[in-house]
């Protein structure tokens, strides 16, 4: 007899079996608002707006290699659990850190829908609450859309997407991956002898004004040289942040910066706001590492960055449809204008890469396998890499919820493997902030690592400062 429910997506499956003792796939983030607010009136508003979305209802059912979605009588109360957390000497901050590194090692109910609010009813004269979601329900950018859903004014949820727009990014994967393999490997068969090395020469350095067939196998060569620089990267440098993780977590987060400075700093130094505030993470882990005694000459972190990979049409599906770039930072270099172009340069030469692209697909195909086989595609990977890094843009206009003003937001995306570090910036109401999330064995403070955040945007901000402006004369 078949089992009611539907069918979750290869690359949901991969993210849903990643959970590891040290590790669990889930986006956690947290909302500060004041005034406070009542329980009562945060699960009518879950009721109301969440549980619209089906994956908000649905538990996972895990038959062999595969698994379902299936519908699941919700419980609001059982979701949104009340807490108060006790007075300590590092104050109601410190508190609240505390505890979301502890709830971001606690596994979410697999006979549930895997998610999870926790509202802090004493904290700093209002309320804060934490979400947990697994990220086999959604990734990041999705997210930002059920948050629009949830405040005050906020869009309502989407009506159920049809089963194949739901399985449109695996179909989008083969139309945009494999059929120009295929149609690669076609060329290359219909050419022979010196056509076959003329071929190859002009897939590599095509003339101008060339169209059609030849421009689908420049993009297919474009993507077998990705595919090499991703499977042949080397190890990135070993630092103290690198190694074998343990079973606990800590997380920090710095106070906001204003978003107009950012873009003041990257305008006059003709750089992206993403270029300063990588660099300005680079300059942090450098100078952590330093503190350490840690010689960091030449020493390089790699970094898998999130990238979308949504069709525009597909903007409001939940699910995964993203891929990864490595980004590799400079944390050895001093200098911060030294550094943050060489940031940009780095960044620039991300973009037009299919390595994310390439990434998508090796999620989907682990996502095919037995466990055993994907946990060996995936360390492949993993052991390359020191972080997992993402820039969410937020939004623009602070937010009510429940008539309180949302202060804060943040939020972390879970490592994986050994990866022991996740950095995380978030642009919210005219500011940016930087968290950080450190399994303890590898990052015992991660505060020590916010703390030298904004010195490091500061330098930035001082020789922007010193920059000659206006005309001359």
């Known amino acids: ?53 089906e994956r908000f ?28 957390l006790p007075r300590t000497r590092g104050g109601a901050q410190a508190a609240l850190q505390r505890r979301i590194g502890e709830l971001a090692m606690q596994p979410l109910d697999r006979g549930r829908p895997l998610w999870q609010l926790h509202l ?29 859903s949830l405040v ?21 994967l083969a139309e945009s991956l494999v059929r120009p393999l295929a149609a690669l490997v076609l060329k290359g068969l219909e050419a022979a002898g010196d056509r076959a090395v003329r071929s190859l020469h002009l897939l590599q350095r095509p003339s101008p004004g060339l169209k059609g067939p030849l421009d689908l196998a420049q993009g297919a060569w474009q993507l077998l040289g990705d595919a090499a620089a991703l499977l042949l990267m080397p190890d990135d440098s070993p630092t103290s942040l690198k190694g074998k993780p343990g079973g606990s977590k800590r997380v ?38 330093r503190a350490r005694g840690e010689d960091v000459e030449g020493v390089e972190i790699r970094a898998m960055v999130p990238v979308n990979l949504r069709p525009p049409q597909q903007g409001h599906a939940l699910g995964n449809h993203f891929g990864l ?29 299919t390595q994310p692209l390439l990434a998508f697909a090796v999620l989907a195909l682990a996502g095919l396998l037995v466990k055993p086989a994907q946990d060996a595609i995936m360390d492949t990977f993993r052991s390359k890499t020191t972080a ?25 995306v879970p490592q994986s493997g050994d990866i022991g ?36 945007f500061a330098k930035l901000s001082l020789v922007t400062l010193m920059l000659p402006w206006g005309d001359e004369g």
Not at 123 to 144: K, M, P, Q, T, W
Not at 342 to 352: F, H, I, N, S, T
Not at 423 to 438: P, R
Request: with cysteine; net charge negative.
């Open 388 to 412: 997992v890094m993402t820039n969410v843009p937020g939004p623009r206009e602070p937010l009510a919820f429940l008539g309180s003003t949302i202060e804060q937001m943040m939020f972390w």
């Open 325 to 353: 770039a490595p980004l590799v930072l400079p944390v050895g270099m001093e200098n911060p204008i030294e550094r943050v172009y060489e940031v940009r340069r780095r960044m620039d030469a991300l973009k037009g890469s």
């Open 57 to 84: 209802r649905q538990r996972v059912e895990e038959h062999g290699g595969s698994a379902r979605w299936v519908e699941h009588e919700v419980d609001v109360a059982q979701h949104v659990v009340r807490e108060k």
């Open 152 to 172: 005050d004014g906020g869009q309502p949820p989407p009506e159920r997407a049809s089963r194949a727009e739901a399985n449109g990014a695996e179909e989008w």
């Open 421 to 456: 570090l996740g950095v995380s910036i978030l642009s919210y109401g005219g500011n940016v902030q930087f968290g950080v999330m450190g399994d303890t064995q590898l990052c015992p403070d991660p505060q020590q690592i916010i703390d030298r955040f904004e010195p490091e």
């Open 252 to 289: 920090a987060w710095c106070p906001p910066l204003p978003l107009p400075e950012v873009k003041a700093i990257g305008k006059a130094l003709n750089c992206s706001i993403n270029d300063v505030l990588l660099s300005c993470v680079a300059g942090a882990l450098g100078q952590y590492l």
């Open 1 to 53: 007899m078949e089992r009611a429910g539907e069918n979750m997506s290869k690359v949901d499956t991969a993210w849903l079996r990643m959970d590891s003792a040290s590790n669990l796939m889930m986006i956690v983030g947290v909302w500060t608002v004041r005034p406070a607010i009542r329980w009562r009136e945060l699960c009518a508003r879950v009721q109301e707006r969440l549980l619209p979305y």
């Open 120 to 148: 802090v009813e004493n904290h700093e004269g209002g309320s804060a609450i934490v979400f947990r979601i697994h990220h086999c329900i959604a990734d990041g950018i999705a997210l930002i859309g059920v948050t629009l």
